[in-house]
T-cell receptor
Framework: GQNIDQPTEMTATEGAIVQINCTYQ??????LFWYQQHAGEAPTFLSY??LDGLEEKGRFSSFLSRSKGYSYLLLKELQMKDSASYLC??????????WGAGTKLIIKP | GAVVSQHPSRVICKSGTSVKIECRSL??????MFWYRQFPKQSLMLMAT?????????EQGVEKDKFLINHASLTLSTLTVTSAHPEDSSFYIC??????????????FGEGSRLTVL
């Protein structure tokens, strides 16, 4: 079966750095996505990786290793507004998006 | 980025009634729209994929007679929850894409609709 694993919850301090990991087992691979979802709101797009390596976008970076079935989202200079759930999703060989359960990130002052 | 609008954002209804949720792409033509359902502390569950002008493709386990999806135009798709029951209470989210958007991978989501069935 297809599976996406990410930690259920993480806690970090304002101003610090946090890394959210995602491992996947899917039938084929056509890209990995990270979305941010605040409570009670719809997800918003953060990043897209299809090739191995690091994609940097401001305070957020996303890394992919296809051979290891692994990705991480790196958030720097954490702000209170970064408190949210972070969803990892993989597009399989049929271009279906497989979603992880999300990682709830709690930022403390 | 592209804008997708979903309405209503919250709806409370009595058991046995039907509820319609609208999803509109405001600044692009959405050839494909996706309907998701999300229970508290769980991930998005794809319910169905709808292409403009054709019947929706439902995921396994989703009752097509209960969750009616209509995608009559390139800017509007509707989800109707028929004869709603308390177990249908959930957060329903639509997302839309056109060919260009889909190829880059980014999906644009509506604001979501929280349905509470009493």
């Amino acid at each position: 079966g297809q599976n996406i694993d990410q930690p259920t919850e993480m806690t970090a301090t304002e101003g610090a750095i946090v890394q959210i990991n995602c491992t996947y087992q899917t039938s084929g691979f056509n890209g990995l996505f990270w979305y941010q979802q605040h409570a009670g709101e719809a997800p918003t797009f953060l990043s897209y990786n299809v090739l191995d390596g690091l994609e940097e976008k401001g305070r957020f970076s996303s890394f992919l290793s296809r051979s290891k079935g692994y990705s991480y989202l790196l958030l720097k200079e954490l702000q209170m507004k970064d408190s949210a759930s972070y969803l990892c999703a993989v597009r399989d060989s049929n271009y279906q998006l497989i979603w992880g359960a999300g990682t709830k990130l709690i930022i403390k002052p | 980025g592209a804008v997708v609008s979903q309405h209503p954002s919250r709806v409370i209804c009595k058991s046995g009634t039907s509820v319609k949720i609208e999803c509109r792409s405001l600044d692009f033509q959405a050839t494909t729209m996706f309907w998701y359902r999300q229970f508290p502390k769980q991930s998005l569950m794809l319910m169905a994929t709808s292409n403009e002008g054709s019947k929706a493709t439902y995921e396994q386990g989703v009752e097509k007679d209960k969750f009616l999806i209509n995608h009559a135009s390139l800017t509007l798709s509707t989800l109707t929850v028929t004869s709603a029951h308390p177990e249908d209470s959930s957060f329903y989210i639509c997302s839309a894409s056109d060919r260009v958007v889909y190829s880059t991978g980014e999906l644009f989501f509506g604001e979501g609709s929280r349905l509470t069935v009493l």
